[in-house]
T-cell receptor, first 113, second 115 residues
Framework: GQNIDQPTEMTATEGAIVQINCTYQTSGFNGLFWYQQHAGEAPTFLSYNVLDGLEEKGRFSSFLSRSKGYSYLLLKELQMKDSASYLCAARIVTTSGTYKYIFGTGTRLKVLA | NAGVTQTPKFQVLKTGQSMTLQCAQDMNHEYMSWYRQDPGMGLRLIHYSVGAGITDQGEVPNGYNVSRSTTEDFPLRLLSAAPSQTSVYFC??????????????FGPGTRLTVT
């Protein structure tokens, strides 16, 4: 089966750094995506990794280790507007050679002043 | 570009009624997907399509039908609504041969309540 695990909730302080972990057990794994979702809104794309290593995009970085089935999203210089849910999603190659996406349950991040 | 649009934004149905949730994208994306999002369950894939005329089932397809007659449109049909289908439904599109990007763009969602 396909399984993706993330912590349910995290709390951090404005200006701090927070790391949100994601572990996955999937067949046909082909990449790991991170999305941000504010309450009542649609998810928006943050970052993705296909190869092992770190991808940096401003205050956000994402890391992937394919051998360990592990990824994390690092948020630096936290701002109040970063309070949101963060969704981890694996891209899976299907038996017919196409792609589909499986999501974790999301991590709700609260940033405190 | 409007991106991904969904209609309606809100809908209340009675058990047993049928309806179609509309989804359209203007980015010439090949892939389109339907998800439902329930509290504590994350996004679950209902059906997806990799091009016009091609659809496949996701994790929770029962009670839903899809078709993809054009690249732009991917409607989701509820055949006989049940209270268990109360959820927020998101449509997403991705992949353009021109850009090669696979990031998904999501519509604003349809909030469906079945009584």
């Amino acid at each position: 089966g396909q399984n993706i695990d993330q912590p349910t909730e995290m709390t951090a302080t404005e200006g701090a750094i927070v790391q949100i972990n994601c572990t996955y057990q999937t067949s046909g794994f082909n990449g790991l995506f991170w999305y941000q979702q504010h309450a009542g809104e649609a998810p928006t794309f943050l970052s993705y990794n296909v190869l092992d290593g770190l991808e940096e995009k401003g205050r956000f970085s994402s890391f992937l280790s394919r051998s360990k089935g592990y990824s994390y999203l690092l948020l630096k210089e936290l701002q109040m507007k970063d309070s949101a849910s963060y969704l981890c999603a694996a891209r899976i190659v299907t038996t017919s050679g196409t792609y589909k996406y499986i999501f974790g349950t999301g991590t709700r991040l609260k940033v405190l002043a | 570009n409007a991106g991904v649009t969904q209609t309606p934004k809100f809908q209340v149905l009675k058990t047993g009624q049928s309806m179609t949730l509309q989804c359209a994208q203007d980015m010439n994306h090949e892939y389109m997907s339907w998800y439902r999002q329930d509290p504590g369950m994350g996004l679950r894939l209902i059906h997806y399509s990799v091009g016009a005329g091609i659809t496949d089932q996701g994790e929770v397809p029962n009670g839903y039908n899809v078709s993809r007659s054009t690249t732009e449109d991917f409607p989701l049909r509820l055949l006989s609504a049940a209270p268990s289908q109360t959820s927020v439904y998101f449509c997403a599109s991705s992949y353009s041969r021109r850009t090669g990007d696979y990031e998904q763009y999501f519509g604003p969602g349809t909030r469906l309540t079945v009584t």
